[in-house]
C-alpha cells in the first residue's frame, strides 16, 4: 500500500496543481473529482496523470440514486437522470485509468444535501411516507439503490470500472447515503463479481460500527478504496466539514488499517479531508502533515 493524497484535501487545487503537488511530495496516486476534472477537461485530466507516472487511485463520484423513489413520473424521471449519470461517471473513470468510482448512494428520496427539508415537510400525516415532496421510506431507498446497481454494475463491468459502494456515518442518511454500515454496503455488493462492485472503507464514516472488524474480514476481496481521516470532536455545526486530519479527532487508525490489510487490501492508502481549516492552509504544509501523520498513525 502507498499514501494518495484525495483532491478535496488540497480542495483550492485544479487537477494539475494537485498533480504537480504529489509528484513534488513523492506520492505516487492521486483521487480525482469530476468536478474538478470537469474543469481542467478529461483528457488532459487522464493525459496529466499518465505524463507524471501516477495512479488514480478513485474518482469521486457517482451514486445519488435515490431519487428514483419519489412517487410518479417524477420519480420516474429522477431514477433516469441519475442512471445517465452515473453511466457518465463510469466513463470517466475508464478514460482516467480509475481503480475505482467511488458511489455515495444518496439519502431519502427529494432530501437535497445539506438543505432544509422542502417547505411543508412539517405537516406530516400520521402513518404517511410520502410528504411534502419527499419520502421517508428508507427501506424503499435503498431498494432504489439495488435497482440501480442492477443496470450500473454489467455496465461499469464492461469498461472495466469497478463500482466502490461507500457506506457513511449514520449522521449523514438523511440526504446523502441510505447506507450507514460496511455491512449493508458488503450486501449490496454481493450478487455482482468483486472486479464489479466493492466497498470504501473510510474511517471517518465506520469507526464507531461494533461489527467494523468482522465486516471487513467478510469485505476480503471487495475491499475498492481505503480512505483515511479523522473525526473531530465536537462536530462542526456543519457536520460535512467534521473530517480532520489522522491524530487531531478520536479515530485509532492502527486496529483498522490491520483489519484492512488481513482482508487482502493491496490498493493505495487515500486521505480526503472536508475542513475549513485544512482547506485555508498552504497546500503544501497540508501535505507535509499528512504524510508524517500517516507514517506516525496509520500505518
Known sequence: MS?????????????????????????????????????QGLARSAALVREAGLRVSSLCRGGFLTAGGLPGEE??????????????????????????????VGGLPGVRPGEPLPSGSSRDVAGASEVAGFSKDVAGARERVAEALSVLAPYAGERGV???????????????????????????????????????????????DPRLSEDVARAAGRIASYQVCDYLHPLPADVLLGRGMMGDGVIDFAPIT????????????????????????DPDEVLATMKARYAELVV
Open 3 to 39: 499514501l494518495s493524497l484525495n483532491q478535496w484535501t488540497t480542495r483550492r487545487w485544479s487537477v494539475a496543481e494537485a498533480v504537480d503537488g504529489c509528484v513534488r511530495h513523492g506520492l505516487e496516486a492521486v483521487g480525482l473529482w469530476r468536478e474538478k476534472v470537469a474543469e
Open 75 to 104: 420519480g420516474r424521471l429522477a431514477f433516469g437522470r441519475a442512471l445517465d449519470d452515473n453511466r457518465r461517471a463510469v466513463d470517466e473513470a475508464a478514460e482516467l485509468g480509475a481503480a475505482c468510482l467511488v458511489m455515495v
Open 162 to 208: 469497478r463500482l466502490a459502494l461507500e457506506p457513511l456515518h449514520p449522521v449523514y442518511c438523511p440526504d446523502r447515503a441510505v447506507l450507514s454500515t460496511l455491512g449493508q454496503a458488503l450486501d449490496l455488493c454481493l450478487p455482482y463479481p468483486a472486479e464489479q462492485v466493492g466497498v470504501v472503507v473510510d474511517t471517518f464514516h465506520v469507526w464507531w
Open 258 to 281: 490491520r483489519a484492512v490489510l488481513a482482508a487482502g487490501y493491496t490498493g493505495d492508502i487515500e486521505v480526503e479531508i472536508f475542513n475549513a481549516d485544512v482547506w485555508a492552509a
